[in-house]
């Protein structure tokens, strides 16, 4: 078993809808959890940012860490087009390099 | 430069060769890392540098792998005896700091064909 299970998609939605990405772990250690966007060809940058449990909300968008069940998730609330990228979950105990899921692929359709 | 730039973007080489990659991070960032990404996964953690030094070289494959940082700034990644299983996107980023709570950005990434 992975340290990190995210399901590759492809995921597909009309644009307006909520969308939910999630990411299950084994590590218990894991303490930063983080997700970031990556469109094609480019690199990851990070759009949210959660330390040990609880929610987090920027804008259009919503993490959500349960460490008791060792899952997280991203709301993106809205979704646009511009959306569409591949969705990286990312997370470390603190004092090593993140670890990161496989990506979900997501494509907002207008 | 305003961000992590990478050197190729597209490396394309024989099977056997050598080749180098190069990473300039954000200017006044100590921390650099390398990742790499192969076709439908998430990147995956190769080496971190503070400063010169490497803090942790964990992610290396095998002996074939190597990075210097010599002042600190730039960095390369040398590959020696390149295989086909080394063909991915090789990802840097840096950050002001070490440390996950201090944000890494990335550069776009040096696609690495081995043919």
């Known amino acids: 078993q992975k340290e990190v299970e995210q399901d590759p998609g492809p995921l597909s939605v009309p644009e307006g809808a909520i969308v939910s990405l999630n990411c299950t772990y084994s590590?218990?250690?894991?303490?930063?959890f983080m997700w970031y966007r990556q469109y094609s060809r480019k690199g990851p940058e990070l759009l949210m940012y959660t330390y040990s449990s609880g929610n987090k909300e920027d804008g259009r968008f919503t993490a959500q860490v349960d460490k008791s069940s060792k899952y997280i998730s991203l709301f993106i609330r809205d979704s646009q087009p511009s959306d569409s990228a591949t969705y990286l979950c990312?997370?470390?105990?603190?004092?090593?390099?993140?670890?990161f899921g496989k990506g979900t692929r997501l494509s907002v359709i207008a | 430069g305003a961000g992590v730039s990478q050197t190729p973007s597209n490396k394309v080489t024989e099977k056997g060769k050598y080749v180098e990659l190069r990473c300039d991070p954000i200017?006044?960032?100590?921390?650099l890392y390398w990742y790499r990404q192969s076709l439908g996964q998430g990147p995956e953690f190769l080496i971190y540098?503070?400063?010169?030094?490497?803090?942790?070289d964990s992610g290396l494959p095998n002996d074939r792998f190597f990075a210097v940082r010599p002042e600190g700034s730039v960095s390369t990644l040398k590959i020696q005896r390149t295989e086909r299983g080394d063909s991915a996107v090789y990802l840097c980023?840096?950050?002001?700091?070490?440390?996950?709570?201090?944000?890494?950005?990335f550069g776009q990434g040096t696609r690495l064909t081995v043919v």
């Open positions: 980023a840096s950050s002001r700091q070490p440390g996950v709570n201090t944000e890494a950005f």
């Open positions: 590590n218990s250690a894991f303490q930063y």
């Open positions: 540098f503070q400063g010169t030094g490497a803090a942790d």
């Open positions: 990312a997370m470390s105990p603190g004092n090593t390099p993140l670890v």
């Open positions: 200017s006044g960032h100590t921390a």
